[in-house]
Structure formats: C-alpha cells, structure tokens
C-alpha cells in the first residue's frame, strides 16, 4: 500500500492564502526573467513555484475527497 500525505486544512483560507503567495512568485519569477533572464534566481523561484503549486493541489485534491466521502457515507 502506498503512503499518502495527510493535510490538515485550516478552511478554505490556507489555499487562498498558499494562493496568493504562488501569485506573488509568479509575479517576481516574470519580473526576474525579463529583466535577467540567466540568473541563478530563476530555477531557485520555478522550483518554489512549483512546490507552492504541488502542495495547493494536493490540498484541493484532500478536499475533494473528503466531500466525497461525506456525499457517498448519507
């Protein structure tokens, strides 16, 4: 059997705000490119862009699949 993480969700703020902040990355990942576009930075912010964008789905994802559980338990 497989392991899986487990999330524990604050509502619906923690992906607003885990939201907001890859937001805020993607912002200063396009700012950095254009203005540098061989610099060091822009792998180090990709991957914390992509880590930010993993953990939202995965907290989405969590979601889901408790409302559905809830749906198919009545």
Do not use: F, Y
């Amino acid at each position: 059997m497989r392991a899986q993480r487990v999330w524990k969700v604050n509502g619906a703020a923690s992906v607003g705000q885990l939201q907001s902040k890859l937001d805020d990355l993607n912002k200063r990942l396009g700012e950095l490119e254009s203005r540098h576009p061989d610099s060091s930075k822009l792998e180090e912010l990709k991957s914390g862009a992509l880590s930010l964008s993993r953990e939202i789905d995965d907290i989405r994802c969590a979601e889901a699949t408790a409302a559905l559980s809830e749906l198919l338990r009545k």
